[in-house]
């Protein structure tokens, strides 16, 4: 799998840790603190990482971002790729009762009814049917093979729960806006009793603020780790000769331009908003944040991804930027004499933050060259583009394709695309399926309905003595490694 691992030339890596350790690892997420302890399906990143360490699934994701056993000590998979047989640790729920197969399945099932209408649901679509089996065993079914699976199984929001309560790993203490988590007993989670296993972890205190508030506690070491910046936020990192810590960067799998949300007026004909796409110099866009390793392109769905058969290109390699350009130039100006306008205004929403704005100056440079005004909707309306900037969840076409489905009302779409993507569900070779997911990207791209940049990218602060983080493809980070150890 393609994924660049950046480092900002000035980041110093010092080896200072906290002026005064109190045996906790602090961590603090960016963002609101309101959805920190989010209880539903729809979480922010902060929530997901807190409902992962409260609610293991039956594999969780470890701190390289890999599927690892969770409720489940082991399992197998069937020849034909199309079942995963899970036998279950010896344990119980929160409430005492032992968890079996049959609790397992109830819990899944509640769950992927929960998530219908969201983007994951669509990704769980290839499950076909979860059977309880004998004593502590669960069988899923899916409709056809799918490598990434376990991948899937391992998102947060699937973490098992009985009556709102969890399987751990980490119990969860409120205290205000924060919370305290603290590593379960291994008994407790059906392993092995282990002699004075208190010593070999601590407490992980999170916390959820604004970028700017973030990198000044983390300055005086009051924060020990800054997770989920993103780049609209990158220029408030602490990236000076002085930092304390190190401005680790992440160009992820996932998603990362323009979505295209109205198609009245210019962005009405594809081949307009296509004009939008020709005009971007993406290797410049990004060249005010001095990024190495950052990858380009102008495809829907990463290229380079391990089912990627190369039945899908780039765009337009052909063609210089000021060739590009000029066919942008020719078609503004077709509609603005075809509208007897002779100006043409287009409103982007982006997260607030410096780097957006240095995002929305380079833009509007670009557009401007073509004949387009480009700037933030005014206050109350809607804009008619939007900056999409997401983390996959699993390495395959699918995840890509289903962020632009029809059902989610989120900007235009393809129902043929989606047809398509429905219709690789129930191949039975690897082949076919590839060749779906192919022609699905083919018909998202002729539509234009979204204009990749290129990878997206988080930044993390991370302290010089905290273990348990590692960069990895996804820019997840879950709270259990940070805690110290491995049970």
């Known amino acids: ?14 080896g200072c840790g906290a002026s005064e ?92 009814r929960a998530l219908q ?49 969890g399987t751990g790993p980490m119990a969860l203490e409120r205290r205000g806006a924060d919370g305290l988590l603290t590593v379960v007993a291994p008994q407790m989670r059906g392993l092995p009793e282990q002699e004075d296993w208190q010593d070999e972890y601590r407490p992980v205190r999170v916390t959820a603020m604004d970028a700017r ?32 810590g190190t401005v680790r960067l992440e160009a992820a799998v996932g998603l990362f331009g323009l979505q295209v949300l109205d198609a009245r007026g210019f962005l009405a004909d594809p081949r307009n908003r ?14 005010p944040f ?33 060739q590009r350009r000029a066919v942008s130039r020719q078609r503004v100006n077709a509609w603005k004499r075809a509208s007897g306008t002779d100006t043409l205004l287009l409103t982007v929403d982006l997260p607030p933050g410096p780097g957006s704005d240095r995002i929305l100056r380079r833009l509007a440079a670009m557009y401007r060259d073509i004949g387009i005004d480009l700037q933030r909707p005014a206050e109350g309306r809607r ?36 047809r398509l993507v429905a219709e690789s569900l129930r191949a039975s070779d690897a082949a076919t399926q590839s060749a779906l997911l192919a022609e699905a990207e083919r018909q998202l791209t002729a539509a234009n309905v979204f204009i990749p940049f290129g990878a997206p990218i988080r930044w993390s602060l991370v302290r010089a003595d905290v273990a348990g983080f590692t960069e990895n493809a996804w820019a997840m980070h879950p709270l259990f490694p940070l805690a110290g150890g491995t049970i």
């Open 383 to 418: 804009a008619q583009l939007q900056v999409k900037d997401r983390t996959a969840r699993y390495g395959a076409a699918r995840w890509f394709l289903n962020q632009f489905h029809c059902s989610l009302n989120d900007g235009i779409c393809s129902p043929e695309a989606d």
């Open 213 to 244: 508030t973030a990198n000044a506690a983390f300055a005086r070491n009051q924060i020990e780790l800054v997770l989920d910046g993103r780049l609209a936020t990158l220029p408030l990192a602490d990236t000076g000769a002085l930092s304390r």
């Open 117 to 165: 209408g969201t983007s994951l649901g669509l990704d769980l679509a290839k499950i076909r049917d979860i059977r309880a089996m004998t004593g502590r065993v669960v069988e899923i079914r899916l409709t056809s093979p799918m490598p990434d699976f376990l991948q899937l199984l391992a998102q947060p929001e699937l973490g098992l729960r009985k009556g709102g309560q």
């Open 21 to 112: 350790d109190d045996g906790v690892v602090d961590v603090a997420f960016i963002g609101d603190g309101e959805d920190l302890f989010d209880s539903g399906m729809r979480l922010s990143p902060a929530a997901q990482q807190v409902r992962a360490a409260t609610s293991e699934g039956l594999v969780r994701l470890d701190a390289a971002g890999q599927a690892v056993p969770g409720v489940a000590q082991r399992w197998i998979v069937t020849d034909d790729g199309a079942s995963y047989i899970f036998r279950l640790r010896d344990s119980d729920w929160a409430d005492g009762t032992p968890i079996t197969g049959e609790s397992v399945r109830d819990s899944l099932r509640q769950t992927i």
């Open 274 to 287: 296509e004009a939008l796409a020709l005009a971007i110099d993406r290797s410049a866009l990004l060249e």
């Open 290 to 322: 001095n990024i190495g390793g950052w990858t380009p392109t102008t495809r829907i769905v990463a290229p380079d991804l391990p089912a990627d058969e190369g039945l899908v290109g780039e765009r337009w390699g052909d063609l210089t930027i000021e």
């Open 1 to 14: 799998m393609r994924f660049c691992l950046a480092i900002l030339g000035a980041c110093l890596l010092a």
